[in-house]
């Protein structure tokens, strides 16, 4: 790790209008320092926005919820006007990581976080080529091991898949992000606030180094997230072990029920893309259905369509279309 100069941010200007395209900023730090280790990233200065005021509030204002960006996992998933009314987010942010990380990574870093491809996650000088890391120098998950790579959406230039948890739980909720930057604020949906490689190339961008909609010197400040009465939720992870481990899989639900059977769902897929994947079509097949396994499952399986496996991740088709149908039958009950 080389030497880089520290400052506090005051407020969500200075951190803004902090000097320096090297610049980073760091919250919770679970992230950037791992990227430091690695070689990912290696800035000149760093901006603290630990101590800015307003950031870490959750509030409920009778049809929304608002979340601040530095309010940490272990506050999102404990809130109860979060496990009240968004379920699917409580869990999501307790399933992620340890209770270590879960009380020091905030909600606003955990979007951004880094695929966790084996190829991207090693120490400088990389053995093989990663065009996230070194742009040109090839995409080796594309034809190694790609067990817990993309489905959909990628191209040949990376194969990569996001892995944060709240991220597929927000695109489910039809949640907003709230984003303050050089010259103005703005709003995103949580459900196109990432980029596939394939949406990056059709924009003209690099496929394998943008992953967001976030522009140079912008900030995540917080989150809007609806507040339907009628709305169940829950979140479903598959991972190889229960603790510290990332989703092979994982599918959030949001539906309304109607005399038994489904009124209106919200899918979205984790881990299959390098954005949270929503199934559309499946959001559709399903209503009038009942939610149970027997129904769901048989239609769910048929909305694969557009899904490209690679040679070793074909299984995540039946898996993501088992953890979809899990999260609905949750959420039911």
Not at 92 to 115: D, E, H, M, Y
Not at 155 to 177: G, K, N, Y
Not at 192 to 221: K, M, S
Request: aromatic share 6%; charged share 20%.
């Amino acid at each position: 790790m080389r030497d880089f100069a520290y400052s506090v941010a005051n407020s969500l200007d200075q951190a803004i209008a902090a000097d320096g395209a090297h610049r980073m900023l760091i919250a919770g730090g679970t992230e950037l320092l791992n990227w430091f280790r690695l070689g990912v990233a290696a800035p000149d200065h760093v901006v603290d926005l630990a101590g800015i005021e307003g950031l870490k509030a959750i509030e409920s204002d009778g049809d929304r919820l608002t979340i601040g960006a530095l309010a940490t996992l272990a506050e999102v998933g404990e809130n109860m006007a979060v496990r009240a009314h968004a379920a699917v987010l409580a869990q999501a942010c307790l399933a992620a990581a340890s209770p270590q990380i879960r009380n020091r990574a905030t909600i606003g870093g955990n979007v951004l976080q880094k695929t966790r491809c084996a190829y991207f996650r090693a120490e400088e000088p990389l053995p093989w080529g990663c065009n996230k890391r070194h742009a040109g120098t090839g995409c080796a998950a594309l034809e190694g091991i790609n067990d817990r790579h993309a489905i959909f959406g990628w191209t040949e230039q990376c194969v990569a898949v996001q892995p944060s948890d709240p991220a597929v739980a927000l695109a489910s909720l039809d949640a907003e992000i709230e984003i303050a930057g050089p010259s103005a604020r703005r709003i995103i949906p949580a459900a196109t606030f990432h980029l596939t490689q394939r949406e990056a190339a059709d924009l003209g961008l690099d496929p394998a180094q943008a992953e967001t909609r976030l522009q140079p010197g912008e900030v995540i400040t917080g989150y809007r997230v609806p507040i339907r009465s009628a709305a169940r939720s829950a979140y479903v992870k598959v991972r190889e072990r229960a603790s510290y481990e990332y989703a092979l899989v994982s599918a959030a639900a949001v539906i309304e029920l109607d005399q038994g059977v489904i009124a209106r769902a919200a899918i979205a897929l984790g881990s299959v893309a390098q954005k949270p994947w929503r199934l559309a079509e499946a959001e559709a097949r399903i209503v009038g259905l009942p939610p149970t396994r027997e129904a769901l499952l048989p239609v769910l399986k048929q909305c694969f369509g557009d899904a490209r496996p690679l040679a070793d991740n074909g299984y995540k088709i039946a898996m993501a279309a088992g953890a979809a149908t899990r999260a609905i039958v949750e959420a039911a009950a």
